[in-house]
């Protein structure tokens, strides 16, 4: 793969930046490779690692002459990058993120942008419960999706060059309207890890005989359920609250659905309960076929 970006500036450098640099790094996908980092700790690991050829504690000095800005920091942090990095944006770059909220994410940064950048909102739609920098590797991405959310008006060569990029890094790339993902990850990222937050929770607060017996005798199914409420507590805290309408509407429909469930359980309806876990069964097969298990 041919270099795609002279300068690419990696503002946060967990999982998914570790992840890209890591990529990039290897690839040759960009002459140089700056990254942000907020602590002098995760500086020093950046550099151990060789993420990167320059990190600054400073975004704006980080984002100073690159082609490609990529913010990768908790959704909260948003708003107070952009006003850092607005002033020191190079005319013609191209802004990015990799957050797990569109909608949140233009409202916070785009305003804070000059005009003479782009920015179109990303999110590759991959990860594990670890975060932090040693935790990434350059294979994260391969056969994931990314989801680039432009919005009206954006400039088409700059979507083009980042479906280049997350290509270039083995993601399969879609286009989708902010809203609309923001509603589809409410279902299939947002909730399941609400999920998994709320019964690891229940399980910590049971009697404590029990609650060693839930550890020692953990089935797979619980044992799934921790390693999702493993994940980063910051990021989770500010998707929640970024996507709040979406989730709370999701929410909704799954207690529902439960209330339902819980219901046919008390009545004994044996064909209500096996009708819903049949119809649950094909789809895990489907993502089976789709190589996304």
């Not at 942090?77 to 957050?99: C, F, H």
Request: aromatic share 6%; charged share 25%; proline share 4%.
């Amino acid at each position: 793969m041919s270099m795609l970006f002279e300068r690419i500036a990696l503002i946060g450098v967990g999982l998914i930046g570790s992840s890209l640099a890591r990529r990039i790094r290897r690839d040759g996908l960009a002459r140089e490779v700056v990254a942000c980092a907020r602590t002098r700790e995760t500086i020093d690991k950046v550099l151990a690692l060789g993420l990167a050829d320059r990190v600054s504690a400073d975004p704006a000095a980080a984002v100073t002459n690159a082609d490609l800005v990529v913010i990768a920091t908790p959704l909260s942090a948003y708003a107070e990058i952009g006003r850092r990095i607005g002033p020191a944006l190079a005319p013609g770059a191209i802004v990015t993120d990799v957050g797990s909220v569109k909608s949140s994410a233009i409202r916070d940064l785009k305003p804070l942008l000059p005009a003479s950048v782009q920015f179109v909102a990303g999110h590759p739609v991959a990860g594990t419960e670890h975060s932090g920098p040693e935790s990434g590797f350059a294979e994260l991405f391969e056969g994931r999706w990314c989801i680039l959310t432009p919005v009206n008006g954006a400039d088409m060569p700059a979507v083009a060059k980042l479906r280049q990029l997350w290509e270039a890094v083995g993601s399969k790339v879609v286009t989708m309207d902010p809203e609309h993902h923001d509603k589809v990850l409410a279902i299939v990222s947002h909730l399941p890890h609400l999920i998994a937050y709320t019964i690891v929770d229940t399980a910590t607060n049971l009697e404590k005989d029990l609650q060693s017996e839930v550890i020692e005798f953990s089935a797979s199914g619980f044992r799934d359920f921790t390693r999702i409420a493993a994940s980063d507590p910051v990021m989770w805290r500010d998707v929640f609250l970024a996507n709040r309408e979406a989730v709370l509407e999701m929410l909704q429909r799954f207690t529902e659905d439960l209330t339902a469930l819980q219901r046919a359980i008390r009545r004994g309806e044996a064909d209500k309960l096996q009708e819903v876990f049949t119809r649950t069964r094909a789809i895990r097969r489907a993502i089976i076929e789709a190589k996304q298990a």
